[in-house]
């Protein structure tokens, strides 16, 4: 489990420092989905940063992970998940775009099977799928 810390840990070192600093941590957790407010992520901060230098060593990070829930972990995926579908950003995913995923997994699917699976997932009718009818279907 540690790995996927690491690496982490790694992509949010911007400047290879082999140190976080609080704008490092918050720039990935908002690339990787995380919604809470600043706050929250300063405290979080704060728990890693046990030296008190503000600055958080892997080693303080890695000790530090069990202090997050799991469920804010599970949540970020999910909206990762639905970003790497949501090709163009508008918050939906339309035909094309899964299209183009399925596509990007080695799957070819006929536009009649992508808009069932629309259709499928689609509980407000409009044609596409938002987040909550996303998480529902695939994670509900």
């Not at 996927?4 to 720039?27: C, H, I, M, P, V």
């Amino acid at each position: 489990m540690a790995t996927s810390y690491e690496q982490f840990f790694r992509d949010a070192d911007k400047d290879n420092s082999g140190f976080l600093t609080l704008d490092e941590l918050t720039d990935i957790l908002r690339k990787r989905g995380y919604k809470d407010g600043d706050s929250k992520i300063k405290s979080m901060f704060r728990a890693c940063d046990s030296s008190g230098d503000n600055k958080v060593s892997l080693d303080e990070y890695l000790k530090a992970m069990g202090q997050i829930p799991d469920k804010d972990h599970k949540a970020a995926a999910m909206r990762q998940c639905f970003r790497d579908f949501d090709v163009n950003g508008d918050g939906t995913i339309d035909a094309k775009e899964l299209d183009a995923v399925f596509k990007s997994m080695g799957k070819t699917f006929s536009e009649a099977e992508l808009k069932r699976m629309i259709e499928l997932s689609d509980k407000d009718k409009s044609g596409t799928i938002n987040y909550e009818e996303f998480v529902e279907k695939v994670f509900g």
